[in-house]
């Protein structure tokens, strides 16, 4: 299902496997990660974040797909290359200022911008496979 140059199927998927990656991802680190934001209770899940979460991948991923099909080819190899590019250039360095700024811890910082890394490498990876 491809319109204006975007396989609207692989979307659709990278953010599905970038949901669930950072599902994954902060069972992992959740310990850590709330005691580096100074939380000692337990996550209460509310609906509102998770809601924001996938609507924020989804959208991600759309505008990732749509980066890399004005690159060039869109295949596993740049696709994987050009997430951690676009991680680097603009995730990571946001993330950075704005904990620098806010005084965050550095493992904060590190965890959430490990995250991102992980996800916009596999979106990329997905849409890299599909193609578009």
Known sequence: MVFAGINYIAVIVAAIVGFAAG???????GAAWRAALGQTE?????PGPF????????????????????????????????????????VATTIAVNDSFQGANVSLTLIDAGHWLVVLVLMGGVIGLFGA
């Open 42 to 46: 337990a996550f209460k899940p509310r």
């Open 51 to 90: 809601i924001t979460a996938i609507l924020a991948q989804l959208l991600m991923a759309y505008m990732l797909a749509g980066v890399l099909g004005h690159l060039g080819d869109v295949t596993l190899q740049n696709g994987i290359v050009g997430g951690a590019f676009i991680w680097l250039g603009f």
């Open 23 to 29: 599902s994954v991802w902060y069972a992992a680190f």
